[in-house]
């Protein structure tokens, strides 16, 4: 578990370590180029949520939680500062995911071509040959469909978040953040 009063002594050792999580990241991302494996991908897919997660903690370690979760716990009013620090905290890397996402258009045109095959399809004979196309196709959609459910689903919870805040908070609205954040820091969200 993160104790949120070292925040600044841990972030000032992740820097170096992130850095030496990135260069391996970058090592094996090459080494995946060269000689093309579900191996080679699989541990490049490992090696970027170890990054992740490395991310995510030092990121922890620089928020102001010393200060924000009393707060919380208490139900003290919060200043400007702490409504920034909670939204970073609660949907940062959703809001942060939609900032640098530039695929979604790409997706969506790739889900519209492929079910304009599918639809050819519908009016050809189905034989063996057509059938085999059609489960192709079906995979296709299926592996990018996530991708797009996965970026609505962000832009919903970044949605529902804004609206929410919006509102003042009331006692069980700063039970409910003080829940979340301290389970932010035990890790498990």
């Keep these: 578990m993160l104790d949120y009063r070292t925040s600044e002594r841990l972030s000032m050792g992740d820097v170096p370590r992130i850095n ?4 391996k990241t970058l090592e094996l991302a090459s080494r995946c180029t060269q000689l093309e494996t579900s ?6 897919g490992d090696q970027v949520e170890e990054l992740e997660g490395q991310a995510r903690q030092a990121f922890l370690a ?6 924000l979760l009393p707060k919380l716990k208490t139900g003290k009013p919060l200043t400007p500062e702490d409504l920034k620090t909670l939204e970073l905290l609660i949907v940062g890397d959703a809001e ?9 258009e790409q997706w969506k045109s ?3 071509k492929l079910l304009g095959e599918i639809s050819n399809l519908q009016s050809s004979d189905l034989d063996v040959d057509s059938l085999m196309h059609l489960r192709a196709l079906c995979a296709e959609v299926g592996r990018v469909l996530p991708d797009v459910v996965y970026y609505l ?3 919903e919870r970044t949605s529902k978040f804004q ?7 009331d006692s069980e609205g700063y039970r409910v953040l ?3 954040v301290e389970q932010m820091l035990r890790g498990k969200m």
């Design 110 to 112: 790739e889900i519209r």
């Design 153 to 155: 689903n962000q832009k």
């Design 178 to 180: 003080a829940e979340i």
């Design 96 to 104: 942060y995911f939609l900032k640098y996402e530039n695929d979604l």
């Design 39 to 44: 191996d080679n991908y699989g541990a490049l």
């Design 62 to 67: 620089k928020m102001e939680i010393a200060s």
């Design 163 to 169: 609206a929410a805040m919006r509102e003042p908070l």
């Design 20 to 23: 030496a999580t990135i260069q």
